[in-house]
């Protein structure tokens, strides 16, 4: 489907013999922002790793950008344009700011407006103030910042955050919301994972909630807003 970037369809990924995805299905338009929520040990993160291939489905099917992913090893999945986020960040302690962001470029030539290091550093101008610090000496929302800036320099297609604003200080927080409106204003397409629901449907276009591995309701904010039993029911708000 040419309307469809991304389309998970009825994935089923183990840890060893533990099964934690049991058919779960969900999609991204072009230009869409898109939350997955769920309870925690939901399998949220399992989904991720699944898409970028870390963690590979052994059934179903997920369609990036009209080809199938399921079985490609992750470098190939991040070379089509998928740039991940991770939750904990991992950057790399012992590169300076700069080194990490430079490490993670990469040409896509089918980027119209590729990030350069300046544009990163326009759109968090802390990064810029910490280039030459090393990546261990960051604060929590600093190393986030980096995390996020060091996956826009791979020019994703798609842009997958695990936990954007897990652990993070309020203002620190309300400074990712903004930056990934600001990207999605853009065109960015987006998945997000994150807790704060309110924020989420602020932001984004469509949710999917999942329960143990399955998908269990999707819908617009709107949707959602007006459900209060679901927010009980599956996020245990
Ligand atoms: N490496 C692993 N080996 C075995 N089981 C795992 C592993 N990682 C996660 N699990 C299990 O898979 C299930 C889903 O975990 P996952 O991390 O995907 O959930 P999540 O929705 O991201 O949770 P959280 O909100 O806590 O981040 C949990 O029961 C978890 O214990
Ligand atoms: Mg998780």
Redo the contacts with the bound molecule.
């Keep these: 489907m040419a309307d469809t970037l991304l389309e998970v369809d009825g994935i089923e990924t183990c840890?060893?013999l533990?099964q934690?995805l049991f058919g779960l299905s969900l999609s991204i338009r072009p230009g869409e922002m898109v939350s997955l929520m769920?309870?925690?040990?939901?399998?949220?993160?399992?989904?991720i790793r699944s898409i970028m291939g870390l963690t590979p489905a052994r059934a179903g099917s997920i369609r990036f950008a009209g080809a199938e992913v399921r079985q490609l090893p992750s470098y190939r999945i991040a070379k089509l344009g998928v740039g991940l986020v991770p939750?904990g960040r991992q950057i790399f302690p012992n590169l300076t700011v700069r080194e990490n962001l430079v490490a993670a470029a990469a040409d896509r030539f089918s980027s119209p407006n590729p990030w350069t290091l300046a544009a990163i550093y326009v759109m968090f101008p802390r990064l810029a103030e910490r280039a030459a610090n090393m990546g261990n000496q960051l604060s929590g929302g600093e190393q986030q910042m980096l995390a996020i800036g060091r996956a826009l320099m791979t020019n994703p297609k798609l842009l997958i955050l695990d936990?954007a604003t897990e652990g993070l200080a309020p203002l620190i927080r309300e400074e990712i919301w903004h930056c990934l409106s600001l990207l999605k204003s853009r065109g960015q397409s987006i998945l997000v994972?994150d807790k704060n629901v309110d924020h989420l449907a602020r932001i984004c276009d469509r949710h999917f909630i999942i329960e143990r591995g399955k998908t269990m309701w999707s819908g617009t904010s709107d949707q959602l807003m007006a459900e209060p039993d679901l927010q009980h029911k599956y996020l245990g708000i």
């Design positions: 840890y060893g533990s934690v769920g309870r925690n040990g939901m399998g949220k993160t399992t989904t939750e936990e994972v």
